[in-house]
């Protein structure tokens, strides 16, 4: 059964830079860029989880400026500079995909984000990031988890960040729950690039905002 990790693991080739994305999904199973049939059964988080932290304050928040991208399937909104480049629909459809740099690094990997939706009706966020924890080592046999914490977006709204390694990479999610289930924005960069490129683009993942 192909799931989220399969699918946006596979590799594409644009400007001879090939990029690999990776999504956390709570499903797991879905063969499109959301999830179909019943949500899995929600679970309690520990007292203790990362993931049950209280959102982070406002003043928090860096600022983005950039151009607003309304989701095609109405899903959400997100603010994204004019310089990144789209290539919607390479990683499957309905996955919105944006190079963020020019792939200058030794391998010519070009650092992008990519946005995908699963319909999870009826589940928290919170419990969304851990099933997503629980099922990620299932999935990706070198799945490591760095961080996880609920944060304040732009808006105002609840967002959770999840920061994790995998396939060799590192990655960040930025996750929001809509009306319609969850939203997940993945930055995927090298080893070496990830720590500057996600300084410039967090402050956008964070402008996630799912219809709620």
């Not at 999830?35 to 990362?50: H, N, R």
């Not at 609840?158 to 995998?166: Q, S």
Request: aromatic content about 6%; hydrophobic content about 40%; glycine content about 10%.
């Amino acid at each position: 059964m192909t799931t989220h990790f399969d699918r946006t693991r596979q590799a594409w080739a644009t400007r001879a830079a090939i990029t690999a994305l990776v999504v956390l999904g709570a499903a797991g199973c879905s063969d499109g860029s959301s999830s179909e049939g019943s949500s899995p059964e929600p679970s309690t988080p520990s007292a203790t989880d990362a993931s049950t932290k209280p959102p982070k304050a406002d003043a928090d928040v860096p600022t983005a400026d950039g151009d607003a991208f309304a989701d095609p399937e109405g899903r959400y909104t997100l603010s994204v500079p004019a310089d990144w480049e789209a290539h919607h629909g390479v990683a499957g459809e309905g996955v919105e995909v944006w190079l963020v740099d020019d792939g200058d690094d030794a391998d010519g990997f070009a650092s992008n984000i990519n946005v995908i939706t699963e319909d999870v009706v009826g589940m928290s966020l919170e419990d969304y990031v851990e099933l997503s924890i629980e099922n990620a080592p299932t999935i990706m046999s070198d799945f490591a988890l760095v961080s996880s914490e609920m944060v304040t977006g732009a808006a105002g709204q609840k967002l959770a960040v999840m920061e994790y390694t995998g396939a060799g990479m590192p990655y960040i999610g930025v996750m929001g729950m809509g009306a319609e289930g969850a939203v997940v924005i993945t930055l995927a960069a090298t080893t070496d690039t990830f720590a500057a490129v996600k300084d410039t683009v967090y402050p956008f993942m964070l402008t996630l905002l799912p219809i709620t």
